[in-house]
Nanobody, 127 residues
Framework: QVQLAESGGGLVQAGASLRLSCVTS????????MGWFRQVPGKDREFVAA????????YYSDSVRGRFTISRDNAKNTVYLQMSTLKPEDTAVYYC????????????????????WGQGTQVTVSS
């Protein structure tokens, strides 16, 4: 059974930093591209960042590029999202996602590439 468990969300002030983690099980993690997405009520799920299986290639949405960094530790089956200079518009539920393939192929929005999803972690940024 595939499980993706996000953690690290919370309530912070604008300008602060947070690091999200996603621990996985039930997948061959080092063969899977991983991603982070976010969603606010009433809106579609939005791409945030993705990383190929070997961590050699990363992808970011324009809204977070330069502020967020995605990384992975294949020994720990974990993907991270380091978020800096947070803004109120970053407020959302953040979801971790895993692909059965090792690379992202659909750009600029790779949502169709991902097969498994976590339950999400809430990030709230106050102004």
């Amino acid at each position: 059974q595939v499980q993706l468990a996000e953690s690290g969300g919370g309530l912070v002030q604008a300008g602060a930093s947070l690091r999200l983690s996603c621990v996985t099980s039930g997948i061959t993690f080092d063969r899977s591209a991983m991603g982070w997405f976010r969603q606010v009520p009433g809106k579609d799920r939005e791409f945030v960042a993705a990383i190929n299986r070997n961590a050699g290639t990363t992808y970011y949405s324009d809204s977070v590029r330069g502020r967020f960094t995605i990384s992975r530790d294949n020994a720990k089956n974990t993907v991270y999202l380091q978020m800096s200079t947070l803004k109120p518009e970053d407020t959302a539920v953040y979801y971790c996602a895993a692909s059965i393939y090792g690379v992202v192929t659909t750009t600029p929005n790779p949502l169709p590439d991902f097969d498994f999803w976590g339950q999400g972690t809430q990030v709230t940024v106050s102004s």
